[in-house]
């Protein structure tokens, strides 16, 4: 019971961290190599965008990793160490708990980074979760069936994160990285798994596996407070959604994946070339699925149109309050969070259906880039100009039948970059 405390102790002053701190080319020649054993990696560039193709065991692609970036990754520790402080006692004790929810997958990745860049194995996990010491903001809008153009999903979504030293540390960071696993993890499929992130990190904010299933990541902590004892025994949304993606050939085996309770409030969407749906998933009880077009009658009501989904940093529905006693954070249009969640809400909302049935990846595009306006109007977007907490770091748009992830890598880009994945999975 006190290892427990403890432990709840360490994962709620994860979560407070987390809240106080969220053109065209196509995929280019391959540039760089690191031959391993097992496989060969490689790290190409297109317009402003980087793309890490890796290959092999999880501790080959690991050394890959490390080899191909091995200065920026050195640099990234030294920046984020001064922002952050790795020697700090709660740092030390954040990694302890986080060290907890790894499997031998993750610590593997770490391990071979660390082997070639000279950095500790605990500085890499000191990297690797340096997105818990900020929340994520973020617009997810998903459309499908009868409001696509093709029939098709077609996935877009912004990363938000707070302005100020973190926007600055991922300012020019942001990659697609691809796992091209091989070797069978017990009691795992490893599929290839293309990434949408930031240096440094082993997990994705975008994911699309070779099996044509779509993962998206937002934080929820604008609608539930913390509660200690909720988040004891419960791993993080980022772990589970990179180990559903390397692990899942189906949506049905994410939602057996996804269906527990998450150790903090966030919101995840799945989808494939079909079907969209996303969970609100609450560290207070199991996680509930709301499907396209679904997300009516809750507390927050937004009448989401058919076949899509779109949803921000709260949750639409509140019937996790009676697992606790503290007021829940509400908000309506007049009592907006700071990074204007309700507002960004209600503009993706309303551009999505002015493309009712005709929504393709170029419109889906201008949808997640209209930016949002002083006054709350406008688009999810948001830029530096705003006075707003948040910055938009990258914004993706997935057309999952085709294979193709369209990455804008930062609020000031001037491109589009368009990856194939069905060329990087090999």
């Known amino acids: 019971m006190k290892l427990a405390r403890t432990l709840a102790g360490v994962l709620v002053a994860l979560v407070l961290l987390v809240m106080s701190a969220c053109g065209q080319s196509s995929s280019p020649a391959r540039r760089s190599s690191f031959a391993t054993p097992t496989g060969t990696g490689y790290l190409s560039r297109s317009g402003p965008l980087r793309i890490l193709n890796l290959q092999g065991t999880y501790g080959d692609m690991g050394r890959q990793y490390g080899a191909l970036l091995k200065n920026e990754l050195r640099a990234l520790f030294d920046q984020t160490d001064a922002a952050i402080g790795f020697d700090r006692p709660e740092t030390q004790a954040l990694l302890q708990a986080l060290e907890g929810m790894m499997e031998p997958r993750e610590r593997q990745l770490l391990e071979g980074m660390a082997q070639e860049t000279g950095l500790a194995l605990k500085q890499h996990e000191f990297l690797t979760a340096s997105l818990f010491f900020m929340y994520i903001g973020c617009s997810a809008c998903t459309a499908t069936g009868s409001q696509t153009e093709t029939g098709y999903t077609v996935a877009g979504r912004n990363f938000d994160n707070p302005r100020g030293v973190f926007s600055t540390l991922l300012k020019g960071q942001t990659l697609a990285v691809i796992y091209n696993p091989r070797s069978v993890s017990p009691g795992s499929r490893d599929n290839s798994v293309a990434l949408v992130t930031e240096l440094g990190w082993v997990y994705g904010l975008t994911n699309l596996n070779s099996k044509g299933v779509y993962i998206e990541y937002n934080n929820g902590t604008n609608s539930i407070p913390v509660d200690l004892a909720a ?157 707003n907490p948040d910055v938009t770091i990258f914004t993706t748009v997935t057309d999952i039948a085709n294979g193709f992830l369209h990455i804008y890598p930062y609020v000031d880009s001037p491109q589009w970059v368009a990856v194939n994945v069905n060329q990087e999975f090999r």
């Open 231 to 387: 988040v004891a025994e419960s791993m993080d949304g980022l772990h589970q959604n990179l180990f559903a993606s390397l692990d899942c050939n189906t949506l049905e085996e994410v939602h057996e994946k996804l269906a527990d309770k998450a150790a903090a409030a966030t919101l995840t969407q799945v989808a494939d070339k079909y079907r969209v749906w996303h969970y609100e998933r609450s560290p207070y009880q199991e996680s509930r699925r709301i499907m396209a077009g679904e997300a009516k009658g809750g507390d927050f009501y937004y009448d989401n149109p058919a076949d899509m989904d779109i949803f921000t940093n709260h949750f639409f529905f509140t019937d996790w309050l009676h697992q606790i006693h503290t007021d829940p954070t509400t908000f309506n249009l007049d009592h907006d969070s700071g990074s204007r969640t309700l507002a960004r809400l209600v503009n993706v909302q309303q551009l999505a259906r002015s493309h009712a049935g005709r929504i393709n990846v170029e419109r889906m595009k201008r949808i997640m880039t209209t930016p949002l306006q002083e006054d709350g109007t406008g688009g999810p977007l948001i830029g530096w100009e705003l006075a």
